[in-house]
């Protein structure tokens, strides 16, 4: 067999594959059918009254209600990285609620002031 045989066996074979993929690619289906989905069974009504937190529970600022006792365990969850308005009020509710006890025992640093 001759060089220009083996150039012409791989051409000829590139040539088939090309058509055969074409040929292939017109006879698969483009999308697959569509799926249907199974009936949603109802939903059981919840105790809760809302899973989802409200766009102002990730805020610094103020609550516009009192927080209750599990809000504000959760405000001061979400802050303890740093001192807001947010984390001083559910502190001030975790202690009116008897909650949590202040330590009165530990008293802030206080540099003193050369005279």
């Known amino acids: 067999m001759t060089p220009w045989h083996m150039l ?46 409200g766009p102002t529970d990730w805020t610094c600022a103020l609550p516009g209600t009192p927080l209750s006792p599990d809000d504000a365990h959760n405000a001061a969850r979400h802050h303890r990285e740093h001192d807001c308005p947010r984390k001083r009020a559910a502190f001030a509710t975790l202690v ?10 530990r008293r802030p640093y206080r540099q003193k002031v050369p005279s």
């Open 8 to 53: 012409c066996t791989a051409a000829l074979t590139i040539a088939v594959c090309g058509i055969a993929a074409v040929a292939l690619g017109c006879v698969w289906p483009a999308d697959p059918p569509p799926r249907t989905r199974p009936a949603a069974h109802p939903r059981l009504p919840s105790h809760r009254t809302s899973t989802v937190p």
């Open 96 to 105: 009116a609620y008897g909650c949590i006890v202040p330590d009165t025992s």
